[in-house]
């Protein structure tokens, strides 16, 4: 079974709570506003049955429902849900009741949910079960229950309609049937191609990180001796020189030091997004947060800025590699101290959000015009207005933030308003939940 079948059962039984609900609809509607005559207890019964199994298997799907497993469990509540339907028919008039059609539904399912075979053995099975009541209704075997109002006459006992609608009705099923399963078998190979694709993309773009990542460590040492050497210079290290001349040397010291941090950011995303997995232990998330703010200390100092942490005492520890959170969180606070003015709050907090912790980092600073959200974290992008308030940046540092939260598992979504401040809001997976997973 596909992994997008077996994600399919657990819509499957979401859908059958609006099944029961919708035979006990359809019993008392049609006995107090149509005014059909027909016994509500059978009705009550059905649904009150199609509840009871439900539970069961919503019970159940909480395993791991794959392959021949995944695939019995869906052949169990096709067959079920048939039989109910057959009950139904049955006190619901027979062949007369206009919602015979509903086997289209299951057969549908099977088509989806199962192999070509075991769906047309579905069918196969709904056909029998379809032409049993009819057939046994047709010859007094079974007792016929005709809803009165509903049709003008008693046609059950009409060998003719019987054997046209019997033939309609199976006629249909197959049809849709192998329908169904044409298109499903169609789209999961189209899937399995999109897939093989997407790997090998993945591969190229690992080759690709690591042709730039080779690449960005060789410039690294000379760039870095050019900001040192220029550093001297711009000293008095090495001597006096004219204004003129150490304003020019400033102005390349400042473009050496941003072709440092540059160099550094493509580093760091290189070899996140080359490397297939990186090594993963418990981390306690508030140690990593307090680092972060004595590494950021400094510079919200000299803007006045108040940092604030918060988190419960028995926050539990998540699933990862400590250097990469690290250096998610510096970006993530890194970037609220810088893009907040003077006087300004950044808050982190972090909370038990069930099998992982959510944390929020806030600012009250300029903001991410609304535009600009969708492409936040796209390699080199920067938001016009961060351009317009001179605040420099290699647009690499929300990427690799993306990076890092994907080769966790984890999610990341962000809320702002230009001019009163961001919310970037991320999951990383706890310890003890993923390590059992």
Not at 81 to 89: P, Y
Not at 182 to 189: N, Q, T, V
Not at 202 to 224: F, I, N, T
Not at 274 to 302: G, M, W, Y
């Amino acid at each position: 079974m596909p992994e997008d079948a077996a994600e399919r059962i657990i819509w499957f039984i979401q859908l059958r709570w609006l099944a029961a609900l919708g035979v006990l609809v359809f019993a008392v509607a049609g006995r107090f506003l149509l005014q059909l005559q027909f016994a509500l207890m059978p009705f009550a019964l059905i649904a009150a049955g199609i509840v009871s199994y439900n539970a069961v298997f919503l019970l159940l799907s909480r395993k791991r429902w794959r392959g021949k497993r995944g695939d019995r469990f869906a052949t169990i509540q096709v067959l079920v849900d048939i039989l109910m339907l057959t009950v139904l028919m049955h006190f619901g008039g027979g062949i007369e009741n206009p919602f015979v059609f509903y086997y289209l539904f299951h057969v549908l399912i099977a088509a989806i949910l199962l192999p070509r075979l075991k769906a047309d053995l579905q069918v196969l099975f709904a056909s029998v079960c379809i032409g049993a009541v009819a057939v046994g209704e047709l010859t007094g075997v079974l007792h016929h229950r005709h809803i009165e109002g509903l049709v003008p006459a008693e046609l059950c006992g009409n060998w003719k309609f019987v054997m046209v609608t019997l033939f309609a009705i199976v006629t249909t099923l197959f049809v849709v049937a192998y329908l169904g399963g044409a298109i499903s078998e169609r789209l999961h190979e189209r899937e399995e191609e999109l897939a093989k694709a997407n790997t090998v993309l993945a591969e190229q773009d690992r080759v690709k990180s690591r042709y730039v990542m080779r690449v960005a460590h060789d410039l690294a040492e000379p760039a870095g001796m050019i900001t040192s050497c220029l550093k001297l210079v711009t000293k008095g290290m090495t001597g006096p020189i004219p204004d003129n001349a150490l304003d020019m040397v400033q102005r390349a010291e400042d473009k050496s030091e941003y072709l440092g941090d540059l160099i550094r950011d493509l580093l760091s995303l290189s070899r996140i997004k080359a490397a297939r997995n990186i090594p993963k232990c418990p981390v306690n998330l508030s140690e990593a947060i307090t680092q972060v703010f004595q590494d950021v200390e400094p510079h919200a100092l000299e803007k006045s800025l108040t940092l604030r942490q918060s988190s419960p005492e028995t926050l539990p520890l998540v699933w990862g590699n400590a250097d990469a959170i690290h250096e998610l969180l510096g970006n993530l606070v890194g970037n609220a101290v810088k893009y907040t003015l003077v006087e300004g709050h950044v808050e982190v907090n972090a909370s038990n959000s069930g099998q992982e912790v959510l944390v929020r980092v806030r600012d009250d600073g300029v903001g991410i015009p609304g535009e600009a959200i969708p492409h936040i974290f796209e390699e080199f992008y920067r938001a016009d207005n961060v351009k317009a308030e001179s605040v420099e940046g290699t647009g690499l540092g929300l990427s690799i933030v993306s990076q890092i939260i994907h080769t966790h598992g984890g999610r990341i979504w962000v809320e702002s308003e230009q001019g009163k401040g961001t919310t970037f809001s991320f999951t990383l997976p706890i310890a003890e939940e993923a390590h059992a997973s």
